[in-house]
């Protein structure tokens, strides 16, 4: 994660939550005369801060985070909204990926490779022999994945991704490889419940091309990445001056790679994520790619 920008008094760290409400994992104001505020004690003084679309949601919406995986993360699912607002007394998880970096040769799980039975994921589970049954997909730089909840998935090791979700921590694991930790315990899976919520049938993969299919706004080469009723996300390649902006949401940016400034001078490099209040016209400057992301 150093690479990232991201720093902490941990040995290692895989996730940095780089935009948050979630309690006790506020995302705080960096700098200036709020500085140490969080999210949702700024919208207080700020009532329009967040944008007429995020009153359509009980919390706040969102959740973004940078995952670096430099093992293979466990085999899990997520519920929606209804299964997760009954028994976790929480939002469910629908997400979106990002591929940020990609070692040669990595890979994802996503979803499974044929129609499955409850008793066979049983069996399999039991077996260790899970993974047989999920598509393995091999990653590069760019590529994109909806992660609708009920999709089976784990991202592998050697994948950076940007991950785009509801406002949720709810995980349900199926498998960490036998895993043991240094008192030899296992971690907690969850297969009652994660059998309840998992879509079961055969997944398709979304293609990638690798040949990105990008179009130009306000100059710039714009890529839409993912788009559904919880966000809308896009990747864009700045170099010059590009005008942020949107009415009626707050507006996400993360920064891929490359370095700029936003009109006010505040810099932003690789790994920042910065949040535009809505209806607020900026510009941001600079040799960068960004990923974008709305309401």
Not at 136 to 164: K, M, N, Q, W, Y
Request: net charge negative.
């Amino acid at each position: 994660m150093e690479k990232w920008g991201k720093t902490s008094p941990m040995s290692r760290i895989a996730e940095s939550w780089e935009l948050s409400a979630f309690p006790k994992c506020e995302s705080i104001v960096a700098s200036g005369k709020y500085r140490g505020f969080t999210i949702l004690e700024l919208q207080e003084i700020f009532p329009d801060l967040l944008g007429e679309k995020a009153d359509l949601f009980s919390v706040f919406p969102l959740l973004i985070k940078i995952i670096d995986a430099t093992k293979d993360l466990s085999v899990q699912v997520h519920p929606n909204d209804e299964f997760a607002l009954i028994n976790e007394h929480e939002l469910g998880k629908t997400e979106m990926w990002y591929v940020a970096e990609a070692d040669e040769g990595a890979a994802i799980y996503y979803g499974f490779n044929k129609d499955t039975t409850e008793e066979e994921l049983r069996e399999c589970i039991k077996t260790g022999t899970l993974t047989e049954l999920l598509n393995r997909v091999e990653v590069a730089e760019g590529d994109t994945f909806f992660v609708p909840s009920g999709t089976v998935h784990a991202i592998l090791a050697g994948v950076t991704i940007i991950e785009v979700q509801e406002s949720s921590s709810i995980t349900y694991r199926l498998y960490d490889y036998g895993r043991k930790d240094a008192n030899g315990r296992e971690r907690e899976l969850h297969i009652e419940k994660a059998l309840q919520v998992i879509d079961k049938t055969h997944t398709k993969v979304p293609e990638q091309t690798r040949e990105y299919d990008r179009y130009e706004e306000a100059g710039f080469a714009v890529r839409a990445l993912s788009s559904c009723e919880y966000f809308n996300v896009k990747e864009v390649e700045i170099s010059g001056e590009y005008p942020i902006s949107h009415p009626t949401s707050f507006v996400a940016v993360t920064a891929v790679c490359g370095e700029g400034s936003f009109d006010n001078g505040y810099p932003i490099t690789k790994g920042d994520t910065f949040l535009v209040p809505a209806g607020l016209n900026v510009t941001l400057s600079g040799n960068l790619k960004i990923i974008q992301t709305t309401l």
